[in-house]
């Protein structure tokens, strides 16, 4: 092929995403190559899309590397895990020293720190990049998270930033960091994006069985939320899903679902990270097992035989302030997910060397992702502020909303366990804040218990050092 006819990008993966993302670049100007495995949606593709842009069609992997401009940038949007890896072996056969390799599906982050080690001694660049908007935004404009090495940005970053999401006029695309670095904070989306939708789950169940809301005078409830601090996507979506009636029974549409939620493990793999860095993000945490809980349903109905409930639940008094207290017992929550969250992403920068700008993830989130939110720019304002904020629970304007919203969050959680609704975002947030706020937590105790059984040994609060008690032996303490 000549020259000038090569493809500035191409991508090899077209089924939901890789088509979207395909169609994206064909519609900013970008002559773009087209692959897919079976050359079927290859086909499709092009006929019925191909008057939106420049495709290049191919059907072998060799004919598709070929018909790139060089340095090559091949866009693989393929099912994480082996599938990625068998792609990325084909195609490194195919290409030369200074070719870029992205991988924008959902990829664990270690094994894009493995690829990317891999490809460096190969002279390739592999940028794991976070794509997050679903189909809608693989289209229209994603939120776009490319790790990978600050070279490989300076090809890639205009064609990436072009096809995402705008906000205020900025692309909702940077580069995170180095390797791994944007494979995980796109882990890390996810995971709040967990959290965020048990949180108003527990919002729609609350006001369902404590308030007697129905789903239609819910839905009305989440359209009213998403004109103030609350304003999201998901929030928005939650009206039209909650608004939807089901043509076949003529019910709401959330009574006819099953309530098993399901998983595909991104927000499992922020826990599992979670818990090796450290950094409680029990929102996260509480989300993923609500899930997990919700489909074991032989334990579930076995309960449902021997476990009652509270033996009698006082009706709310007042409807509208208790709808007002739920919306802010959910505001609240929702900050100390993201807070949870961001402390994660900062911990892993740290571990990793990754140096990554959190002001700048609020930034690129705040269009085209699945969690974007108003509020997110308050986050950019809060790291923009202090990059080394210890904790956004700290940052004024969040300080000053969970303060606020303290009240009407323990009226909500007394209300839940009153009525028997289980609440475990809500509550486990509120915990958090209490946890975070205390000037003595009974860890002390645990130190003593831990010593008592094990030797495991304490520190004093009055002087430097380690120390055992000889639990057993007159109970003296020793320096340890
Ligand atoms: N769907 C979504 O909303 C989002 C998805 N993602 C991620 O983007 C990626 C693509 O997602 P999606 O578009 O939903 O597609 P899928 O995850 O359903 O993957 C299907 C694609 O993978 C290809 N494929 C599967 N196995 C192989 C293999 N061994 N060799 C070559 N190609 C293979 C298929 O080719 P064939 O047609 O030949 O079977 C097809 O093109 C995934 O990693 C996903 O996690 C990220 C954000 C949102
Ligand atoms: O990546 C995404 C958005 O950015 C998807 O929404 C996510 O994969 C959905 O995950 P799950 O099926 O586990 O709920």
């Known amino acids: 092929m000549a020259t000038e006819q090569k493809a500035r990008i191409g991508v090899t993966g077209l089924a939901v995403m890789g088509s979207n993302l395909a169609r994206n670049l064909a519609r900013h100007g970008f002559r773009v190559a087209v692959h897919n495995r079976s050359a079927a949606k290859t086909k499709t593709l092009v006929e019925q899309h191909g008057h939106e842009g420049d495709f290049v069609a ?17 866009i693989i949007m393929v099912k994480a895990g082996g599938p990625t890896d068998a792609v990325i072996d084909e195609l490194v056969e195919l290409l030369e020293p200074g070719d870029m390799v992205v991988d ?10 493995r ?30 998270m490319p790790g990978g090495s600050p070279e490989s940005y300076q090809h890639l970053g205009p064609v990436l930033e072009a096809i995402s999401a705008k906000v205020d006029g900025q692309p909702c695309c940077t580069h995170v960091g180095p390797d791994g670095a944007g494979h995980f904070v796109k882990m890390v989306h996810n995971g709040i994006e967990y959290a965020d939708m048990q949180l108003i789950a527990e919002a729609f169940d609350l006001l369902h069985k404590v308030a007697g809301l129905g789903a239609g005078e819910i ?15 998901l929030v928005e979506i939650t009206a039209e899903v909650l608004g939807h009636v089901d043509e076949a029974t003529g019910k709401p549409f959330v009574e006819v679902v099953a309530d098993q939620a399901e998983q595909k493990g991104t927000g499992r793999w922020t826990v599992q990270e979670a818990l090796e860095l450290g950094v409680p993000v029990t929102g996260i945490a509480e989300a993923v097992f609500a899930r997990s809980l919700s489909g074991h349903t032989e334990q579930r109905a076995a309960a449902q035989k021997v476990l009652p409930g509270p033996s009698s639940v006082s009706s709310v008094a007042d409807r509208d302030a208790f709808v007002e207290d739920v919306r802010q017992a959910l505001y609240a929550s929702k900050v100390v997910a993201y807070a949870q969250g961001f402390d994660e992403i900062r911990a892993a920068a740290d571990t990793y060397d990754w140096d ?3 002001g700048a993830m609020a930034t690129i989130w705040r269009g085209g992702c699945i969690i974007r939110a108003r509020f997110l720019e308050r986050i950019k304002d809060a790291y923009d502020t202090n990059k080394d904020l210890p904790s956004l629970l700290v940052d004024s304007y969040f300080a000053d909303a969970v303060i606020k919203a303290q009240e009407a969050w323990r009226r909500v959680v007394v209300a839940a366990a009153a009525a028997g609704v289980p609440a475990p ?3 486990s947030a509120l915990s958090y804040y209490d946890a975070l706020r205390s000037e003595r937590l009974p860890a002390a105790l645990i130190q003593g218990l831990r010593d008592f059984f094990g030797a495991h040994t304490y520190r004093r609060v009055d002087r430097e050092g380690s120390f055992h008690t000889l639990w057993g032996e007159g109970r003296n303490e020793i320096d340890a």
């Open 115 to 144: 690829r990317e080690a891999a490809l460096r001694e190969r002279g390739l660049h592999f940028v794991g990049t976070g794509i997050s908007g679903g189909e809608e935004g693989a289209l229209n404009g994603p939120s776009i």
């Open 219 to 233: 839905a009305e409830v989440f359209r009213g939320w998403n004109s103030g601090d609350l304003e999201s996507y």
């Open 356 to 358: 990554i700008d959190l």
């Open 104 to 113: 924008g599906g959902n990829a664990h982050y270690a094994d894009t720190r």
């Open 425 to 427: 975002g809500f509550s």
């Open 58 to 74: 191919a059907e072998s992997l060799a004919d598709f590397v070929d018909s790139l401009q060089t340095p090559r940038q091949v």
